[in-house]
T-cell receptor
Framework: AQTVTQSQPEMSVQEAETVTLSCTYD???????LFWYKQPPSRQMILVIR??????QNATENRFSVNFQKAAKSFSLKISDSQLGDAAMYFC??????????????FGKGITLSVRP | DGGITQSPKYLFRKEGQNVTLSCEQN?????MYWYRQDPGQGLRLIYY???????QKGDIAEGYSVSREKKESFPLTVTSAQKNPTAFYLC?????????????FGQGTRLTVV
């Protein structure tokens, strides 16, 4: 079974600075998808960024980028120029590319990010 | 507007009672999911369904039941067998089980046992 690990329960960053959130995963599959979701105080889950495992190029979305290390099974999220609105809980998630029972979306325990003004 | 709707937002249940949480989507998505969120536990999968009239147990299915009679709807029943039902419940859907598509989430239901 696939597992997703976020070992840091909390992090803090100064406004306008850069912060990196860590995520590791365990799988025996070669083809899969990885996601970072944001959950603000409203508790609405919002997709931040996604990465296809077969792509070597790291995904980027404006101030958000990932460092995807497939061999190390690592998928970290970098937030540049942090803003007060980035304060939220962030979840790393894994999804197999195969059909059937393995196509479920598996989440880590999340990390709470606070942004200091 | 297309989206996924959960109701109610807050729900109170007496011990020993069954309660059903509603989840409806108009995104024409095939797959639907139910997650439970507890502090420090992240999102844990309860049940998921990839097509109508079919569903699979997730990691914590005991004490829960679901049905998928229509593509748009995936209700979750929390039964009296669930020993610790107080939690935040999230429903999600996604378009295709093969391609790289994100999961869309509802706004959640906060269930409290009184």
């Amino acid at each position: 079974a696939q597992t997703v690990t976020q070992s840091q329960p909390e992090m803090s960053v100064q406004e306008a600075e850069t912060v990196t959130l860590s995520c590791t995963y365990d799988t025996s599959e070669s083809d899969y998808y990885l996601f970072w979701y944001k959950q603000p105080p409203s508790r609405q889950m919002i997709l931040v960024i996604r990465q296809e495992a077969y792509k070597q190029q790291n995904a980027t979305e404006n101030r958000f980028s990932v460092n995807f290390q497939k061999a190390a099974k690592s998928f970290s999220l970098k937030i540049s120029d942090s803003q007060l609105g980035d304060a939220a809980m962030y979840f790393c998630a894994y999804r197999s590319s195969y059909t059937g029972a393995n196509s479920k979306l598996t989440f880590g325990k999340g990390i709470t990010l606070s942004v200091r003004p | 507007d297309g989206g996924i709707t959960q109701s109610p937002k807050y729900l109170f249940r007496k011990e020993g009672q069954n309660v059903t949480l509603s989840c409806e989507q108009n995104l024409n998505h095939d797959a639907m999911y139910w997650y439970r969120q507890d502090p420090g536990q992240g999102l844990r999968l309860i049940y998921y369904s990839q097509i109508v009239n079919d569903f699979q147990k997730g990691d914590i299915a005991e004490g829960y039941s679901v049905s998928r009679e229509k593509k748009e709807s995936f209700p979750l029943t929390v039964t009296s067998a669930q020993k610790n039902p107080t939690a935040f419940y999230l429903c999600a859907s996604s378009a295709d089980r093969v391609t790289n598509t994100e999961a869309f989430f509802g706004q959640g239901t906060r269930l409290t046992v009184v």
